[in-house]
């Protein structure tokens, strides 16, 4: 087979795995614009006659999208930033100081990403009653979210650090730098790709946390919108192109963000922080 051939099989197939990872997004618009009656048509269509775009219009104003949106967009931007300051520190020290007490630290985080949102939510809801947390629960919500995403950001940003040379640091420590300018004026802008990349991965997870959010805020006026979708989930729930619109607009912020920095994202996890 020749390489011109093969590069087009491996496009095809590239193509084919695209469109069948992208088509339940299409779905979702496609039913969100559908009648009540046309999304139980036997044979479905893939693009209705009559495109109900007002629905958009009426879930949005509804359902109060706008408010459930800049709920998320707080958590997980509290989130992002809370473990971004703190990650970013521990992920240093543990790739420039080996020893044994750091590798153990190293595997209690490993231990930390392996427990699940659910099994975690119970101990947490009750040690933030106790420290009187949930009186602000997002918050509550944004402390939660940030200890169960500091494992992958330490990590990520860890292999980031381990790839920047430590005989620049030295450099800079010869040249008058004490450790901790060394770190923030050599060391960070070199790894600034690697750590951007986690921080946009632990956006995107926060974004669309439920399990905290809807044991910790009880208040309509603050809940995400992952807790607003799961409202109109019921035992006779037919609603389903109203669900769609609030789906769509949920997941398009989330998609733009990814379409806009997909090269920096890709660039992150291939090349690491240097060129």
Do not use: H
Request: charged share 10%; glycine share 6%.
């Amino acid at each position: 087979m020749s390489e011109t051939l093969r590069n087009r099989l491996f496009l095809a197939i590239a193509l084919l795995l695209a469109a069948l990872y992208l088509f339940p997004l299409y779905w979702m618009v496609v039913t969100s614009l559908k009648t009540g009656s046309a999304m139980f048509a036997t044979p479905p269509s893939f693009w209705p006659s009559e495109p109900q775009w007002q629905t958009y219009a009426y879930v949005w104003e509804s359902r109060a999208v706008g408010r459930y949106l800049w709920n998320s967009l707080v958590i997980a931007l509290g989130a992002v930033v809370l473990v971004t300051a703190l990650g970013t520190g521990c992920a240093y020290v543990l790739a420039r100081y080996r020893n044994v007490w750091i590798d153990i630290g190293l595997f209690l985080i490993l231990m930390l990403q392996v427990l699940p949102a659910s099994l975690m939510v119970t101990p947490i809801f009750v040690g933030f009653s106790q420290f009187g947390l949930l009186a602000t629960p997002r918050l509550a919500v944004i402390l939660a979210i940030a200890a169960k995403a500091m494992p992958f950001f330490v990590v990520l940003v860890r292999s980031t650090f381990m790839s920047v040379p430590a005989e620049l640091e030295e450099a800079g420590l010869v040249d008058g730098n004490s450790r901790v300018g060394a770190f923030l004026f050599i060391v960070l802008p070199l790894a600034r790709n690697g750590i951007l990349v986690s921080a946009i991965l632990i956006f995107m997870q926060a974004f669309g946390e439920f399990v905290y959010s809807k044991s910790m805020i009880q208040a309509a006026e603050l809940q995400p919108a992952s807790v607003g979708l799961n409202s109109f989930m019921g035992p006779n729930t037919n609603e389903w192109n109203n669900i769609m619109a609030f789906a769509a607009m949920y997941v398009g912020p989330i998609l733009a963000l990814f379409v806009l920095l997909q090269r920096r994202i890709v660039s992150g996890l291939t090349s690491g922080a240097l060129k």
